[in-house]
């Protein structure tokens, strides 16, 4: 990673060992310094110039999502407080900087019909000419993947057949957005599909060598591109398709395939509502299928009770912006 060269890169430098001798990663607090480094050459100013006026401007040039703003600054009013601490400075400069309002979002949620619909459309959409059928396949039981056991898009696509245990009915998921493996079971439905596809295959590749549990072209995994295409072709086909819309300090995504991973959340806990169970007692159960290190993560996932709600917050945010 590059090293910072404006005149406070000793200080920079400081900061981040400091922080890596606390046990933080490196690459998570350095890339925004290094955009606060170059912020500084490009200014060409001094200590003297580090007034809360020079820090306002900073956050009006910072052409990002209001809350990713906010984490920006968080991190330089950190570095300033640790200069203060070792009597570098008298006082932080940004201690007085507000946060910028902060923004919601609120997903896209796919209802259990929905969901289920969706997985009929991307089936029906598999081309049944030999050239693209096992491909199409493929991204068929990714998709039934990220419906049924609420992965992320990339976790169906770094699959190894090794990764698969058929006796088990599990697969093994490792280098997950949190560093953290996690061993799942497949939902009945997911392990008939993803049988189904394999017998395809072992009866029209013979000596497959392809060492990927859903093979993408030429012995390579599938692509996170392709998995989007037949998502949003399907999506557009039922009719479900809305544009992301940001309305006050509120946005509603459009659907895209994490909302079936939202989706599976919500309505996981919906069938443990209906079962008369409680989802709190449930709640680190799903965190843990989820691959989520802390089951408050799962539990932000729950921002509307279901698809319904979903589309009913959306139209009442409506009403109060007209009448304002």
Do not use: W
């Given at each position: 990673m590059k090293p910072f060269e404006s005149f406070m890169a000793k200080q920079l430098e400081e900061y981040v060992a400091y922080r890596k001798g606390l046990g933080y990663a490196k690459k998570k607090i350095k890339p925004c310094l290094l955009a606060f480094d170059r912020y500084l050459q490009k200014q060409n100013i001094n200590w003297d110039q580090l007034q809360p006026s020079f820090f306002l401007q900073l956050r009006a040039e910072i052409s990002e999502h209001p809350n990713t703003v906010n984490e920006i600054l968080l991190d330089i009013r950190s570095f300033f407080r640790f200069l203060v601490r070792k009597g570098v400075l008298e006082q932080?400069?940004?201690?007085?900087?507000?946060?910028?309002?902060?923004?919601?979002?609120?997903?896209?949620?796919?209802?259990?019909?929905?969901?289920?619909?969706?997985?009929?459309?991307?089936?029906?959409?598999?081309?049944?000419?030999?050239?693209?059928?096992?491909?199409?396949?493929?991204?068929?039981?990714?998709?039934?993947?990220?419906?049924?056991?609420?992965?992320?898009?990339?976790?169906?696509?770094?699959?190894?057949?090794?990764?698969?245990?058929?006796?088990?009915?599990?697969?093994?998921?490792?280098?997950?957005?949190?560093?953290?493996?996690?061993?799942?079971?497949?939902?009945?439905?997911?392990?008939?599909?993803?049988?189904?596809?394999?017998?395809?295959?072992?009866?029209?590749?013979?000596?497959?060598?392809?060492?990927?549990?859903?093979?993408?072209?030429?012995?390579?995994?599938?692509?996170?591109?392709?998995?989007?295409?037949?998502?949003?072709?399907?999506?557009?086909?039922?009719?479900?398709?809305?544009?992301?819309?940001?309305?006050?300090?509120?946005?509603?995504?459009?659907?895209?395939?994490?909302?079936?991973?939202?989706?599976?959340?919500?309505?996981?806990?919906?069938?443990?509502?209906?079962?008369?169970?409680?989802?709190?007692?449930?709640l680190p159960v799903l965190a843990a299928y989820m691959g989520h290190r802390k089951y408050q993560y799962t539990g932000a996932y729950l921002k509307v009770k279901d698809a319904k709600h979903r589309m009913g917050l959306l139209e009442f945010v409506k009403s109060r912006a007209v009448v304002k």
């Open positions: 932080n400069p940004l201690k007085d900087i507000p946060r910028l309002p902060k923004r919601y979002f609120v997903p896209f949620v796919f209802s259990q019909k929905q969901t289920q619909a969706l997985i009929k459309t991307v089936c029906k959409n598999i081309r049944k000419k030999e050239k693209y059928f096992l491909l199409d396949m493929a991204i068929y039981v990714a998709i039934v993947m990220l419906a049924r056991c609420g992965m992320r898009i990339n976790e169906p696509l770094r699959l190894n057949r090794c990764h698969y245990r058929k006796r088990e009915a599990t697969v093994y998921i490792e280098r997950t957005k949190f560093r953290k493996d996690r061993l799942i079971p497949l939902p009945k439905p997911v392990l008939a599909e993803l049988e189904s596809y394999l017998a395809a295959r072992r009866n029209l590749c013979g000596n497959d060598q392809n060492q990927y549990l859903l093979a993408g072209r030429d012995h390579a995994p599938l692509r996170d591109q392709d998995i989007r295409f037949a998502f949003h072709r399907a999506v557009r086909q039922m009719g479900l398709y809305q544009p992301k819309q940001v309305i006050g300090n509120v946005t509603f995504g459009a659907p895209v395939p994490h909302s079936l991973r939202h989706s599976f959340a919500i309505n996981t806990v919906n069938k443990i509502k209906a079962r008369g169970q409680s989802p709190q007692h449930a």
